[in-house]
């Protein structure tokens, strides 16, 4: 299958959302002029245009996408044609309202906005379908064409009765039986037995709490009907253009998709990241977002949408300050991004988006954020030679599963507090500021070639993945697991003893008597450390090293335990605790820092043979490189040391 590389031809692609119809077609050729001044090589074109494209059903608009086409092709622009499909157009939901998304309290969600399709709806999948069919016949051949844009942010959820009879075949295919089913979904509590497949329906809104099982079940479905909407539109492309790459974007830790599934059936792992420039862990979040996607892409991924400045749909929306831009957008470079695009290009003047930042902002190109832009671009053509394509491995993997999250994000939990996303991101943080590398991998993946894996919190594992943990630490693996781990099976069972048997005697854990998650600014004392959001009641047994909690109903129990290479923390330790042990524990098992006594605020990145050094923050620093290197951004050699001024960047060759 064709990959990022056929797209990119040895450059970085950089560019962003194109939405042309939105203007007089003569701000199109100055458009042009702008692009080529700014160095853009790639734009998206139709991600919005269903309407436009088919302004009554059957009809078709094509004359102002051949202009587009045509004029992105004689100026060297590369177009990411999109299929639409992510907004029907008007006419769509007025004669066909079964086609619109349904809400877990019985609400129609209505069109006005975007996204408003159930992804059951098989009059939806067949005008979506047959839009895709005629669009691919008539620019497959176009030699504009450098890939295929399908959907856009898969994020509907439906709960309307075509929904339900597609839950129903679902369930049917995992189960085989109803009886089947009531085991899994532990009917006999509530007595919520099934005896008809009928009565099966979405886990719409309920009196008091749902079965848990059956809105895991539903959230593993509705990713699947998604899925299916993406594959037929991407079989579709395909058979007409099987040497173009297809993507779809994926939102950053969105929690509707199980992104390891889907990545599988992508060419290209695409994302949006939208980092809040006013939040000081923004630069980290990002890296989060870069490394998950670096993984599931196994190599280089694609950067699909950013912001080049504020957004519209915080509380409060701030602008990026002057560099923050070029900062993160390099930052994505250096964790394997070989396209930096956004949205969108030119800033619009109407609609819900006309706040959310362009390329070409509201100042037009004297402004600020497009001279930004063109710097931006001219740095990226002088690096893309020495940076596209390559990949680094890295010495840890970080365990992440979209059913564990949603297993363990029920409405009956012991603790709304203990979200998995902000646990995941602290354990990574703490990687991050050691400047210790890490990729992300699923449970069940082959970590064989990793010296340390991190398993921040998995609530639901399977034998399989269980197994694979088990494999890895006999095999000589060095694995670290927080807590809440291995507490239920695949169907949210929990397992006899809180805790999985086999992960028990892997860490030297007797007995877990009783979970005590805290309230939020509520602490424990450990030996050496204080620990937030969660506590355990726990008894060892043969563990190797116990460091143990101080004071209060849990004083002299374990809170961190140690069995040969595997460690289990029952609370999650303030963040330089956290950071000292993981820097600890890797060093045992061989792990060295990118670079050794880093400033604050500074990160550094090996991709390849190169080294990004990023600074974070507003004060020029000074930072130890040893040996010669050329800087790719200024063509300088530094010797030993680099100074980075304010947000400042250098890209280091030996």
Aim: charged share 25%; with cysteine.
């Amino acid at each position: 299958m064709p990959g990022l590389g056929d797209a990119t031809q040895g450059r970085i692609l950089f560019g962003g959302d194109y939405n042309p119809e939105q203007w007089p077609e003569e701000t199109w050729h100055e458009d042009v002029r702008l692009m080529k001044d700014a160095g853009v090589n790639s734009v998206t074109l139709g991600v919005f245009s269903w309407a436009k494209l088919e302004p009554r059903p059957g009809a078709r608009e094509f004359g102002w996408l051949d202009r587009l086409m045509d004029l992105m092709h004689d100026n060297d622009i590369g177009v990411v044609l999109a299929t639409p499909t992510s907004s029907p157009p008007p006419w769509m939901g007025r004669l066909h309202p079964e086609t619109l998304p349904v809400a877990e309290d019985g609400r129609t969600e209505w069109w006005g906005g975007r996204q408003h399709f159930s992804h059951s709806s098989a009059t939806y999948r067949r005008y979506a379908a047959a839009l895709t069919e005629d669009l691919a016949a008539r620019y497959g051949g176009h030699p504009a064409l450098t890939m295929w844009h399908i959907n856009n942010e898969y994020c509907t959820y439906d709960w309307g009765d075509e929904s339900a009879a597609a839950f129903r075949r679902w369930l049917q295919n995992r189960y085989g039986t109803l009886d089947a089913v009531n085991k899994a979904w532990g009917t006999a509590f509530w007595s919520q037995g099934y005896g008809d497949w009928y009565e099966i329906l979405p886990p719409r809104l309920a009196h008091y709490m749902r079965n848990p099982t059956q809105v895991l079940d539903f959230k593993r479905f509705t990713s699947d009907a998604l899925l299916e909407c993406y594959l037929a539109e991407r079989d579709i492309v395909r058979r007409h253009t099987p040497h173009i790459p297809v993507t779809t974007n994926f939102m950053p830790m969105w929690v509707g998709q199980d992104a390891w599934r889907w990545a599988e059936e992508e060419d290209i792992v695409s994302v949006d990241i939208y980092s809040d420039p006013d939040d000081p862990l923004g630069a980290q979040q990002g890296a989060l977002v870069q490394d998950m996607t670096r993984s599931q892409a196994r190599g280089p991924w694609m950067l699909m949408e950013q912001a080049t400045g504020s957004v519209n749909w915080r509380a409060v929306n701030r602008a990026k300050p002057r560099g923050l831009n070029r900062l993160w957008s390099l930052q994505a470079v250096a964790r394997g991004a070989d396209a930096v695009c956004y949205f969108q290009w030119r800033q619009s003047r109407q609609g819900a988006e006309k706040f959310h930042s362009g390329m070409v902002s509201h100042a037009g190109e004297h402004g600020r954020t497009f001279q930004e832009v063109k710097r931006l671009g001219a740095e990226l053509a002088a690096i893309s030679e020495e940076v596209t394509g390559s990949h680094t491995r890295n010495d840890i993997a970080v365990l992440h599963d979209w059913h564990a999250w949603w297993g363990g994000a029920q409405e009956g939990r012991l603790s709304s507090a203990a979200e998995y996303p902000q646990i995941v991101g602290a354990w990574h943080r703490a990687l991050w500021e050691a400047s210790l590398p890490t990729d992300f991998a699923h449970p069940e993946h082959d970590l064989s070639a990793y010296r340390l894996v991190v398993v921040p919190q998995l609530y639901l594992l399977t034998d399989a993945a269980i197994d694979n943990l088990l494999a890895y630490v006999r095999g000589g693996g060095t694995l670290v697991c927080g807590f809440l781990t291995g507490v239920a099976d695949e169907d949210d069972r929990v397992r006899p003893g809180g805790m999985d048997t086999r992960l028990r005697g892997l860490f030297g854990l007797r007995t877990l008597h009783e979970w005590w998650p805290l309230a939020p600014g509520e602490s424990v004392e450990v030996d050496g450390f204080q620990g937030h959001l969660w506590s355990e009641e726990l008894e060892a047994d043969a563990a190797d090293e116990v460091t143990p909690y101080k004071g209060g109903e849990l004083d002299g129990f374990p809170a961190v335990l140690r069995k040969g290479r595997a460690w289990y923390l029952s609370t999650l330790p303030e963040p330089d605790a956290l950071r000292d042990l993981l820097t600890r524990i890797g060093a045992d098992a061989g792990i060295r820092p990118v670079l050794d006594a880093l400033p604050a605020e500074v990160e550094a990145v090996r991709r390849g043979e190169l080294l990004f050094v990023l600074n974070h923050g507003t004060e020029p620093v000074t930072v130890q490189v040893p040996g010669d290197h050329r800087d790719l951004l200024t063509g300088n050699t530094v010797s030993d040391e680099v100074s980075l001024g304010r947000y400042g960047v250098a890209v280091l060759k030996p």
